[in-house]
């Protein structure tokens, strides 16, 4: 019955705009040339670095890209109301989607330097040293919230993200510290204990869950229970827990900025 509607619905707007086509502006239609970049493949691709002059168009040299250095990954464009993009949003720095941090570098300064003959094979370099994009102020989107947006946060279904609730703890502990990159795998993150932030245990980390390019996305935590009985399953982003490791290496923890009852009482993750 829906699908019946909506066809008679939109058989209806056709007739109608039939009937008004003097008052429907014309669009300007286009065809790819051979120098289009489809945003589909801009997004995600690596960046890298420079302290040496380097030119758009030029054709590096085999094994060019390791003399570079690997700064990280392209998060999104930004374009301004005149079509134009104004700026790049790169990731800098971090691993498995940790520790990243989105630095907005403007288009121009990009360089296009061909891998080889194809036009549409290309490495991204921008003239500047891995440190200034560290030390470069962060990128934050707006973060208005509209009166709808609250109201499908307050009915989140289940498995959403919980950002609204959890804030990243800051912790210090005797004889742990933040660890490297290099440090953290899959094998290590799963199955860590949890904490709150007057250390006690609330549960563990049951599985990660991963972007399309293999990053982290979210966390997903076993609340409670005992041997698996009476667990309550939720999922957070990277930017709300705090990883601390031992010195040895054989103790990971996981903090969170919560207690136990307030986490069992956050959406059930479902994936």
């Given at each position: 019955m829906k699908q019946l509607l909506a066809t008679t619905a939109l058989s209806f707007l056709l007739l109608a705009g039939a009937g008004h086509a003097a008052n429907v502006s014309k669009i300007t239609t286009y065809q790819q040339q051979?120098?289009?970049?489809?945003?589909?493949?801009?997004?995600?691709?690596?960046?890298?670095?420079?302290?040496?002059?380097?030119?758009?168009?030029?054709?590096?040299?085999?094994?060019?890209?390791?003399?570079?250095?690997?700064?990280?990954?392209?998060?999104?464009?930004?374009?301004?109301?005149?079509?134009?993009?104004?700026?790049?949003?790169?990731?800098?720095?971090?691993?498995?989607?940790?520790?990243?941090k989105d630095v907005a570098v403007a288009m121009r300064d990009f360089k296009f330097v061909k891998k080889g003959d194809d036009e549409n094979d290309y490495f991204l370099v921008i003239n500047t040293n891995k440190q200034m994009l560290t030390d470069a102020p962060a990128y934050a989107a707006s973060q208005t919230t509209t009166e709808s947006q609250k109201a499908d946060n307050s009915t989140a279904p289940s498995g959403s993200d919980t950002r609204t609730a959890l804030v990243r703890p800051e912790v210090k502990r005797e004889g742990y510290r933040q660890p490297e990159t290099k440090e953290l795998t899959s094998?290590?993150?799963v199955g860590a204990r949890v904490y709150g932030a007057k250390d006690e245990d609330v549960g563990e980390v049951d599985k990660l869950v991963l972007n399309a390019d293999g990053s982290v996305k979210q966390l997903v935590l076993d609340i409670g229970g005992f041997l698996g009985v009476g667990e309550?399953?939720?999922?957070?982003?990277?930017?709300q827990v705090n990883i601390m490791r031992n010195e040895k290496g054989d103790d990971v923890r996981v903090y969170v900025n919560s207690d136990k009852e307030t986490?069992?009482?956050?959406?059930?993750?479902?994936g």
């Open positions: 051979p120098t289009d970049i489809r945003a589909s493949k801009f997004i995600g691709m690596r960046v890298y670095a420079t302290e040496k002059d380097i030119a758009s168009d030029t054709s590096a040299k085999p094994g060019n890209e390791k003399e570079w250095d690997d700064i990280g990954e392209i998060n999104d464009v930004i374009l301004g109301r005149n079509g134009e993009v104004e700026a790049v949003v790169v990731g800098v720095g971090g691993f498995l989607g940790m520790g990243e094998e290590t993150l309550h399953r939720i999922a957070v982003a990277l930017d986490l069992k009482a956050l959406p059930t993750y479902n």
